[in-house]
């Protein structure tokens, strides 16, 4: 998979989600998935390093995309994960003049609230794929 | 406000300082008021718009936070400098610490290590999607988001893809807006 083919589905994943662990269902998708350019193994391997690492929790794409593209996936996975963060200037602009609509902001705590669920249906992939490490450890 | 270029460094050196010590989300923010606050660069109004903005804005929240902030001190150049600073160390870490488990985890230590590890962080992730949708839970709100976590699950099992999911989760919230509901920014995140 080339660098730029990474970045933008990284981006996908991380402009579509609400948190940092959030964008990890569509990673899968596409990752494991879609492109089998990682295992699940390799994904969950991601979210240990990148909860055992101090700063920001969506950190953990970086490990992705080393897995995925080696240290230049590592730099396009830390592009797609700042490039969204930019988008808070035109939202401090648009703020006021639109979120007091009541349609808008529903729709975005619709999002919000989808982009949980999806997530715990990550965690019953990710409970399922500790356990079966486990079982291979000590088993 | 206009900042000169020692005043861009201690921006530069606060974000590195306070996002880096913590494992990110609100612990960091309130560091970063504690911190900015201090210097009379933040009031705690500015505090809680762009805790509400990063909750809004896709992607990872504290990133978010810390251009909002760098943004309103430094127009760009404090939103870039405050990116880099926040994201540049954790994700140089993490590469590294991906390159090194990529040497290493064919030892069976290392994978019972990484298996305890995953449980571990199974768990955060379940806080950190619990804490996401707590505030959506409480009286008049909970039948809709009942509702919409239940389209969610069935879109899920129809192996939907994600962005479609949210698609779909974005109409039905338009479907049930109600005039009633509380302002984003005004919700206990």
Known sequence: MSVIALYLLLLKATVTSFAGMGSLPQIRQDFVVTHGVITDEQLSQAVVIGRSAPGPVGAYVVAIGYFAGGWPGAIAAWLAMITPALLVIPLLTLLRQFLHLPRVRAAVDAVVIASAVLLLTSVVRMAMDSVEMLRRVFG | MRFDKAELRTLGWL???????????????????????????????????????????????????????????????????????????????????????????????????????LIVATLLVLVTAWNLLRPYIKGTNAARTGIIAAIVVVLVLMKVTPVRILLAAAVCGVVMASPAAPPVAEVDR
């Open chain 2, 15 to 117: 974000v590195f300082y306070d996002v880096n010590r913590t494992l990110g989300g609100l612990a960091s923010m309130e560091l970063l008021r504690r911190s900015f606050g201090a210097r009379g660069w933040m009031t705690d109004e500015g505090h809680a718009l762009f805790v509400a903005l990063s909750r809004l804005t896709p992607g990872t929240n504290i990133l978010a936070y810390c251009v909002a902030l760098g943004w309103q001190l430094a127009h760009w150049r404090g939103a870039l400098i405050s990116l880099a600073a926040a994201s540049i160390p954790a994700s140089i870490l993490i590469a590294l610490l991906s390159a090194t488990l990529a040497q290493i985890d064919r030892y069976p230590l290392v994978r019972a290590i990484i298996a305890i590890a």
